[in-house]
Each structure stands twice: as structure tokens, then as C-alpha cells.
């Protein structure tokens, strides 16, 4: 069964800085693959997503993710954080059409001034 | 609607009984989704509808937790004689039909607190 990893459970950042959110997904094909933001109180937005072709994927509010398939991995970025971007960030993986999401654990993100 | 709904947004109730947890998809949307995120927990699959066919029901934890959806409208997830562990954040989603993956719109949640 496919299993998704985010290694990090809590990261801070100071505003301005850069950012890197880890996901590591395990699957025999490729799947496709997804980032949401959870923000206090609301329902989760989607980001990003890939499904196939470019490997780098741009998403909603700056933030972009490449796929690397050799290392299975998913890492969303952001080059200058917000202070508005504090939340939880949760990696998914969909395997085939409109069968439910297999979700990471998820990465809070606080930022500091 | 413009979005995924679901009510009551918070729920307190005593161990032993029964919720239902109410979940209005997109119109137009065939498929729809109940996840279950408890605190520090990534989402887990409850179940899932998609049309007419019969629900995938794979990730329902017990015989405690069953769901209903009236045709491609509203969706009820009940929980019989609730434990402290059933408190959590349950999410709906929706989603349309499609070659391709589709996207999942989320509801808000129901915060559902066992005492």
C-alpha cells in the first residue's frame, strides 16, 4: 500500500527566509501527487499538485514543488515566507482516478519575525 | 453553493452515544469523501462514494461507524455508541468525475469532542 512521509513535524522560519517542506511518498508507479495548507480553523486548500510532465510544479501563494522521482520525493518551496504562510502543510498521494487521498502526518509551520 | 459544507462545525457530546455528522458536496460533484484527522495526525480515509456505485468502506475503524448518501447530494456519517477515541476532526470532500485525477474540495470539518 503507498504511505506518505513528512519527516518534519514542526518547522520555524523567520520572515523573508526561504523554505523547504519534505515528502517522501512510497508506490510502485508514479502517482500523483499533492500539497495542502491547512490554516487554523479552515479546511484544507489546495497548493499544488503533479501529475505528470514537468517535474516542477508552480502552485498558489509562491510556492512551487519539484517531483524527483529517484528519491521519491515532493518537497515544496517557497522562496520568501510570509508570516500569513503559518500552518499545517500536509503531502498526499492519489493513485488512480477519484479513489481517496493517502495523506502525510503533516509539517506546522510557524514564523517568526 | 460555493463550497463543500458541513454541520454542525463542532460537536461535544457524552461517550456512549450516537452522533451524525452532516456533509453538502459541491453540486454536480459524484464523488465524496470522509476523512478523519485526529490532533497531531495526518488525514485517514473513513469512506467513499463515488455515484451510484456501492461506497468503498475499507477505512472505517468499526462496526460503530457507517455513512449514507442520498444519491449525489448530502452524505451523514453516524457514529454509534461514541468513545473518547472517535474525537476528531472529521473532513467531507468532493469531487467531480473525470479522466484524470480530480481535485478534492474540503469542507471546513465537524470537530466532534467525546467526554
Known amino acids: 500500500a503507498q504511505s506518505v512521509t513528512q519527516p518534519d513535524i514542526h518547522i520555524t522560519v523567520s520572515e523573508g527566509a526561504s523554505l523547504e517542506l519534505r515528502c517522501n511518498y512510497s508506490y510502485g508507479a508514479t502517482p500523483y501527487l499533492f500539497w495542502y495548507v491547512q490554516s487554523p480553523g479552515q479546511g484544507l486548500q489546495l497548493l499544488l499538485k503533479?501529475?505528470?510532465?514537468?517535474?516542477l510544479v508552480q502552485g498558489i501563494k509562491g510556492f512551487e514543488a519539484e517531483f524527483k522521482r529517484s528519491q521519491s520525493s515532493f518537497n515544496l518551496r517557497k522562496p520568501s515566507v510570509h508570516w500569513s504562510d503559518a500552518a499545517e502543510y500536509f503531502c498526499a498521494v492519489g493513485v488512480r482516478g477519484n479513489t481517496p487521498l493517502v495523506f502525510g502526518k503533516g509539517t506546522r509551520l510557524s514564523v517568526i519575525a | 453553493g460555493a463550497g463543500v459544507s458541513q454541520s454542525p462545525s463542532n460537536k461535544v457530546t457524552e461517550k456512549g452515544k450516537d452522533v451524525e455528522l452532516r456533509c453538502d458536496p459541491i453540486s454536480g460533484h459524484t464523488a465524496l469523501y470522509w476523512y478523519r484527522q485526529r490532533l497531531g495526525q495526518g488525514l485517514e480515509f473513513l469512506i467513499y462514494?463515488?455515484?451510484?456505485?456501492?461506497?468503498?468502506k475499507s477505512g472505517l475503524p468499526s462496526d460503530r461507524f457507517s455513512a449514507e448518501r442520498t444519491g449525489e447530494s448530502v452524505s451523514t456519517l453516524t457514529i454509534q455508541r461514541t468513545q473518547q477515541e472517535d474525537s476528531a476532526v472529521y473532513l467531507c470532500a468532493s469531487s467531480s468525475r473525470g479522466p484524470s485525477y480530480n481535485e478534492q474540495f474540503f469542507g471546513p470539518g465537524t470537530r466532534l469532542t467525546v467526554l
Open positions: 503533479y501529475f505528470s510532465g514537468d517535474t
Open positions: 462514494f463515488q455515484g451510484n456505485s456501492a461506497p468503498d
